[in-house]
């Protein structure tokens, strides 16, 4: 099943070589050889980590309301009619099937959410390189959007000792890296299971890239 979110945020920076200049990363390093296909993956959660992440905020902040008004699991007043339960001890039976389905595809859909911002947040936390993770965070997981000119001259500037001035084709060098490395952890995590890309009949050469649940039999 894939999870239908929002379009995939148009990026102000994505070359057509970025595939292979990535990929060459995978020659001189001790990673595990992902793929094109994993690459591309990794770039379109980077991408969309912010619309993951204000989708799982709003999730739980609405169960946050939901306790503290006092109504349980199965208050859905405004999905599929009137339904609603107001004790623990008034029947279910008059639930329709779907509104329950609704529910649970939003619980399931929350928990790939959070499994993938938070295993995206771990990874960038544990980025080694100052310049490395300081662009991750301008480009992809900090709280403001940063174009990417604006990024490159942010970190030209140079701030601190430690975060010294680099020039625009170390940041793009620096950058392809960071995305090399990520994809590589999370290849080995196994955050790159929950992403799929659909060939099928209607889609462009490319693909379409979107989140799916995974099968038992597929973890």
Known sequence: MIIDVSPSVESDFDPKD??????????????????????????????????FNRL???????????????????????????????????LISNIPENVMIARETRQ??????????????????????????????????GDKEVKYK???????????EALYSIEATTFAEKRRRVIASLTNTLLFNGTLDYVTIDYGRGRNKEGEIGLRQLNNRDV
Request: net charge neutral.
């Open 18 to 51: 970025d595939l292979v200049e990535i990929s060459r990363i995978y020659q001189v390093q001790f990673f595990e050889n992902p793929d094109e296909e994993d690459i591309r993956k990794t770039k379109w959660l980077l991408k969309n980590f912010r619309t």
């Open 56 to 90: 799982k905020k709003s999730y739980e902040d609405a169960q946050k309301r939901k306790w503290a008004d006092g109504l349980d699991d199965f208050d859905l007043t405004g999905m599929g009619g009137a339904v609603k339960r107001l004790s623990t001890n008034d």
């Open 108 to 141: 399931a859909n929350y928990k790939i959410y959070k499994f993938v911002v938070e295993a995206i947040i771990h990874a960038s936390n544990n980025i080694p390189n100052i310049h490395e993770h300081k662009i991750v965070e301008l480009l992809f997981v």
């Open 150 to 160: 604006d990024a490159v001259k942010y970190m030209r500037a140079g701030y601190t």
